[in-house]
């Protein structure tokens, strides 16, 4: 008796589109590609009307890591979004009570700003 079986084809390699992931803790940092960036996004205090939604285009290499904080003062939580898609949200250990926060690393480091690391996955 002869058994035959012929062999499917290998399936196509499916490359997964680029997914952007909110870390839980902060990642080690080493190479900086992009320097702190200052936005300021106007909020009338004790409202809860919508911010406008602002964009920036940052060029950093893919595998890496971005960060995103309020600061100066802590009052506000940010949604981030990689190309169109929502990625997190930023939150930190201390209220949001407008209390001088400092710049953007001190307050993510000493005052319990609102923070978010997020990763920048490889694409195809």
Known sequence: MVFNQTRPDPPTALVPEPVSQQLVDKPCLGVIYVPWTQIDLPHTKGSYE???????????????????????ERCQHFEVFVDGKRVGVTNGDEPLDRSPCGNAEKCIT???????????QKGE
Do not use: C, H, I
């Not at 911010?51 to 600061?71: C, G, I, Q």
């Not at 000493?110 to 920048?120: A, C, H, P, V």
């Open 110 to 120: 000493e005052n319990g700003g609102s923070k978010g690391y997020f990763t920048l």
């Open 50 to 72: 919508p911010s406008n939604t602002y964009y920036k285009d940052v060029e950093v290499p893919e595998e890496s890591v971005f960060v995103v904080a309020d600061s100066a």
